[in-house]
């Protein structure tokens, strides 16, 4: 059974920096394709940055040139680590596996950022 848990959210102010780990158990980790996605209230899940199993990352152009996505295969975690946060970037943030850059089945219970003075 695949087990997705996130951590690291929190109250931070503008302009401040957070890291956010997914780890991950019942599944070969370093083959699945790992996300981050987010949803604030009212509005959609978005997507935030991807990372495939080879390390290739892809990110959102709202989080292009703020966040780094990573993985530690023998940790079996993901982590999503942004910077210079704005209040937009309130949501409870989620991660996702799957076996392609698509969003896959497997989904964390979400993390809550945020980001207020």
Do not use: H
């Not at 109250?11 to 780890?23: A, E, F, M, Y």
């Not at 990110?59 to 680590?81: C, F, H, P, Q």
């Not at 409870?92 to 089945?105: D, E, F, L, S």
């Amino acid at each position: 059974q695949v087990k997705l848990v996130e951590s690291g959210g929190g109250l931070v102010q503008p302009g401040g920096s957070l890291r956010l780990s997914c780890t991950a158990s019942g599944m070969i980790f370093s083959i699945y394709t790992m996300g981050w996605y987010r949803q604030a209230p009212g509005k959609q899940r978005e997507w935030v940055a991807t990372i495939t199993s080879g390390g290739s990352t892809n990110y959102a152009d709202s989080m292009k040139g703020r966040g780094t996505i990573s993985r530690d295969n023998a940790k079996n975690t993901v982590y999503l680590e942004m910077n210079r946060l704005k209040p937009e970037d309130t949501a409870v943030y989620y991660c996702n596996a799957g076996r392609t850059i698509a969003a896959g089945p497997y989904w964390g219970q979400g993390t809550q950022v945020t980001v207020s003075s």
